[in-house]
Each structure stands twice: as C-alpha cells, then as structure tokens.
C-alpha cells in the first residue's frame, strides 16, 4: 500500500434507507457518540486501564484528540460529546470476520487461508469467480452480523442515556487484532452507516448468490444507527505513540464530509484537508470550502465574494475570525460550475509544525459534484471518493531535464511543496493574465484559463498576509436568470439574476406565507421571525436551507444605494415564481414534480388559514 489513507469501504451508506426526520422534536436531545470496546474469546483482557486512558485522551483531553479537533475545525460550531461504556466482549474468534482466501498471482486462483473467514471472492453476474467483477455479498453479512451482536449487548446493558439522548454516531474499537489488514477488510477503519434494506440495492453491488438478503434493523434502545465507525485500537495508538488523525478522518464522514483523496492517481488535497491525507500525525484542518459546505464558517464573515482586482488581507485557516478565503466565481460559472478560492495556510505551532507548508493557496471546485451523493444524502462514503467533490488546488510546474515542464504530481509532502505561494523566490505569485496560457496559469478543468493571478505580498501586523489579486473583466456574454431548481438531498439552488451582479441579493425563508411582500419591509433583520439572509450576488448562486418536508416560501430581491428591486416569490414543495409570466417548476428534493395548478392551492390554503384564524 502506497499511502495510508483509510475508509475505503464505507460503502453501506449508499443503501441507508433509515431518514431521520428532524422536525418535530420536543427538546434539544444530546448528540452522542457512544464509544464501545470490543474483545473477542481470542483477544480477552486487551483492555484495561492503560488502554482506557489511551482512548480518553484520543477522543477528549488530547489536543489533536476527536473533540479538539473537530471544535477547530468547526471554527467552535461543533463539539464532539463521546460516551464510553463498558467493554463488550464476543464470542468467537476475530477469524471468522477475516476474509477466507487470498489471491495467489502465481497460482493465478484464490487460494484459503482462513477457513473461519468469509467469501471475501469477486463474482461475474452468473456466478463465476471474475477478478473485475462484484465481491460476495458475506463480507457485508459479516460486517451487519458483527455491528448487530455488538448492539445486541449493549442493549442488553440496559443504557439509560439512550432514552434521551441522540447517538449521533457509534464507534466500535477493536482490541489488538492479532492479524495484518488490507484496505477492503472489515476491521480497517471506515464509517459507515447501518443498513437494512432490499435485495435490489445490495445487487446492484455485491454478487449475491444464493444467500438471504433480509436484513433486520440494527437499533440501539428504540434508535436507528445512522452513522458508525470501526476502528481497531492499533489505528489508535501504535504502541508509542497517539494517533488521532485516522480517527478525527472517520468522524468527518459522520458529520458529512466526504473524502478528497484519488487512491493510487494525482493526488489534489493531500495535507491540505484532512479528507485528502491522513499521513501526518496530527489531524490538518479542512480548506474552507468545506467548512463553508458543512456549515462552520459563513459567507461575508469568512468567505468574502471578490469581482475586482485589488489587495487583499487574509488570515491564516485557523484563525475564528476574519477572512479565512476569498472566492471567486466568474460568469463561466454557469457552464462550468467551477469557482475559486484562495486560502493561507499557516505553520502550526508545537507538533503541528512540520506537517504543512506556509502560504497562499489557490484552489478549484466544481460544487454541482460534491456533497450529494446519488441517493441524494450529504458527504460521500460510497466506495471511498466515487462522489467526492472535485477539488483541486493548484501547484508549480517545472522544468525537466529534457526541456520540458510538468506539473507537480504531489501536492505535498512534508515541506516539499511549491503548492503555495509565499516569500521563496520563484514562488511568489501564480496565475497568467494571458488568453490561452496553461503553465501555473489558474485554469477551469477543461484547461481553459481563468486570468485569475495571485501575488504574494508580504505578512500584515496582526498575523495575517496581503495578497494582490488580479481578475479579468467581468462581463456576461449571456444573460443569467434567475431560478431555483431542486439538487439531490432536499436541497436546492438559488441563482441569482445576473443584471444585479455586484449588488445584495436578500433571501427570506419562511414557512408562512407573506401577503403583499415589500422590499422595504423584507429588508428588515427579521420578518415573521424569519432571518433575512442577505447574499453576494458575486457567488451567482447559493444553496438554500436544508429542505425539512414541510412547505417553505422563498422571497428574493436585490438591492444597493439606489435602493430594492421588487420582490420575487417562490414555493418550495413544488412550485414556481408566482410572479413571472413563464411557470417555472421546482421539484422537491425527492424529485417529484408537482402540477402546474398550484397557485390555486396556495390560494385555497391562504383562504383557509384566515377562516381558521376567525374560528
Ligand atoms: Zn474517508
């Protein structure tokens, strides 16, 4: 194996049939993630006291540990609230969850090495053993089988949290395995989710054979497992030392972030995000762009639109305040629906120190990829990166000894990286300016160049840097209008009307709808209760709250010193801007499509919410 980097499988969560609904609870539940150790007959007695001090530092005290980690890397949105119980232990041997065979290139066949183990064999659709084609479906029984006898003791534990409590995850740490992992294994640390659904799902992946593909619910107490991670202790503690990364890499899942790494081709991310390389020893935190996807750091307060050129201070990734990216989206944005961000990367402190390099970063993305996964769930676990968003920061080209130039295959590798720029001569600025240059030219995927150009500066007083920024000119060739179209994941994208670029576009979301709504009165910091999101219409587009099931009103207009557009109006669960000629359908997340006629619902449901309101 080349690099170490984990969660590979995970591909159950591609199945996970189990919603969670969220609207209707009656308090705020604890979110916890229940840590269980588990021996087996062969393994008893691995864990005591010293082990448990281990893990209490990797998941709380430490401070590369799982909650100081994800408190950073959340810019202090998220707190990770972990639980240990009591050691389970299972009968059995850790063997029978081992794969039975192991390829022989020599022999040119599968050759068993663990009778106990399971069919770990690659099947063509008619049964035969096809090195292309689908692994037996036993690997995954085995895993359900596993996480279910693990559950079943616990519930057997009688847990009393769980009758409040909310298991935003369950991690599973084995005690020593006694045995060497593979990628593709059930012990090599991966989150995923518990499933239990039909035949179909399962082969449209696995070969399945003649086995039985009813799988029941695996619940803690009266709950569904939504999110889980097994990792053995070795991934933990090596012996000598904490390893907290792995661990901190998993949990990121669970919360939604899919991976950013490309196994065995070019890697694009490496050490700057923890989804791209988990080869330091301590945990790096995300590029802003995911920690803006995942909802920890804001536009305006973090992430500022720019569409002129100019000089710009921005502060290192782990400062809590002030510019941490700016972002640029140019009208090509809505072909190519890629964007730009440039991000400081600053050298830790202490033992963070070695695992990065200093300065500026310049990165692409193509968002329409990310996030969503094909079953339309947020982050991205199905077979390791398959859904991962295409994120790619750009590095130096150089020259070979034939005369020619090639880009950097490795992104970083422990202070060998001319990703950045910064102080190093040859290193300060990157971007062209010029039509059709490619050479460390800021460029779309498709080769074509931005213009985008970044310089390095120098380091400001207050431990941020100035960079200067050139931006070609903004024009439109084609007109963008306005819209809202649903994306996969209840979620949908609002894009603004391109003759306001440059001005706030201000966002009402509410769950009743506004009789005569006025800019004037809109513009206000709360309507109904409802906060007006006030928006840089130099993004082109924005993504709208999560869409819970219930009916949602969407307002929208623009405004700047000359004062407001007129409002627009939008009904999410189906429908169109009521005030424009043209009908435009939205779907609902799920993807249904509702009649055109709705406009007389909302009038017949805004006629008897009055009655109502009389009675
Ligand atoms: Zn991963």
Redesign the pocket.
């Known amino acids: 194996m080349k690099r170490k ?4 499988i ?1 591909s159950l969560s591609l199945f996970c049939v189990a919603l969670y609904l969220s609207g209707c609870q009656k308090q705020e539940q604890r979110k916890v993630n229940l840590v269980v150790t588990v021996e087996f007959d062969d393994t008893q007695g691995f864990f005591n006291a010293e082990q448990k001090s281990v893990l209490e530092r990797a998941f709380i005290t430490d401070e590369n540990g799982l909650k100081n980690f994800i408190l950073k890397n959340s810019n202090r949105k998220k707190t990770v609230d972990s639980t240990f119980v009591e050691t389970v232990k299972l009968s059995g041997s850790v063997a029978m969850f081992m794969p039975k065979y192991e390829y022989s290139f020599i022999a040119g066949e599968y050759q068993e090495v663990n009778p106990d183990g399971y069919d770990n064999r690659l099947f063509s659709d008619t049964g035969e053993v096809d090195l292309n084609g689908k692994p037996s479906v036993e690997r995954f029984f085995k895993e359900q089988e596993l996480l279910s006898a693990i559950v079943e003791k616990l519930n057997a534990k009688k847990l009393g949290f769980l009758e409040t409590d909310e298991i935003e995850n369950l991690t599973v740490v084995f005690s020593k395995l006694n045995v060497g992992l593979n990628q593709t294994d059930i012990f090599w640390p ?2 995923a989710k518990a499933y239990y659904g039909d035949r179909e799902g399962l082969s449209s992946v696995y070969y399945l054979g003649g086995n039985e593909t009813a799988l029941k619910d695996v619940k803690l107490g009266d709950k569904s497992i939504n999110s889980y991670i097994f990792i053995p202790y070795a991934f933990i503690f090596n012996g000598e030392k904490l390893l907290t990364t792995t661990l901190c ?2 949990y ?2 669970a919360l939604g972030a899919p ?1 950013l ?1 490309r196994n065995g081709a070019k890697e694009f991310v490496g050490e700057f995000d923890i ?1 791209g390389g988990t080869e330091t020893d301590v945990p790096n935190l995300s590029l802003s762009y995911v920690r803006y996807k995942l909802g920890w750091i804001s536009e305006l307060s973090h992430v500022q639109p720019i569409s002129k050129s100019g000089e710009y201070v921005l502060y290192p990734t782990e400062n809590y305040g002030g510019t941490l990216a700016y972002k640029i989206t140019l009208p090509e944005f809505a072909q190519k629906g890629e964007s730009f961000y440039i991000e400081y990367r600053k050298l830790g402190e202490g033992s963070r120190a070695n695992t990065q390099t200093e300065g500026v970063i310049v990165y692409r993305v193509n968002e329409d990829n990310g996030y969503l996964n094909s079953k339309g769930e947020t982050g991205s ?1 199905w077979r ?2 398959a859904y991962f968003e295409e994120v790619s920061v750009f590095t130096f080209w150089r020259e070979l000894l034939n005369g020619g130039i090639e880009e950097r295959e490795q992104i970083t590798s422990m202070g060998t990286c001319y990703a950045t720029i910064f102080d190093k001569a040859g290193y300060t600025s990157y971007g062209s300016a010029v039509e059709g240059e490619k050479v460390n030219a800021i460029t779309y995927s498709d080769g074509t160049n931005s213009k985008i150009t970044v310089e390095y500066l120098g380091s400001t007083t207050n431990g941020g840097i100035k960079v200067k920024i050139g931006l070609p000119e903004i024009k439109f060739a084609t007109k963008i209008n306005e819209g809202i179209v649903a994306k996969n994941g209840n979620r949908h994208v609002l894009t603004f009307d391109s003759d306001h670029y440059g001005k706030t576009a201000y966002v009402l979301y509410s769950e009743k709808r506004i009789l005569n709504p006025k800019a004037e009165k809109l513009a206000k910091p709360k309507v109904n209760g409802n906060n007006v999101i006030k928006l840089r219409t130099e993004f082109l587009q924005t993504t709208l709250p999560k869409f819970d099931g219930f009916e949602k009103f969407v307002y929208v207009f623009y405004g700047d010193e000359n004062g407001f557009t007129t409002v627009k109006e939008y009904k999410i669960a189906g429908i169109k801007n009521l005030n424009a000629t043209a009908v435009i359908v939205i779907a609902i997340g799920v993807g249904v499509v509702l009649p055109t006629g709705t406009l007389y619902i909302i009038k017949r449901i805004s006629k008897r919410r009055n009655k109502n309101e009389k009675q």
Request: some cysteine.
């Open positions: 980097i984990l969660c590979l995970a991966h989150q890499h998993e990121m899942h991976d790494y989804m676990s390791g990166n």
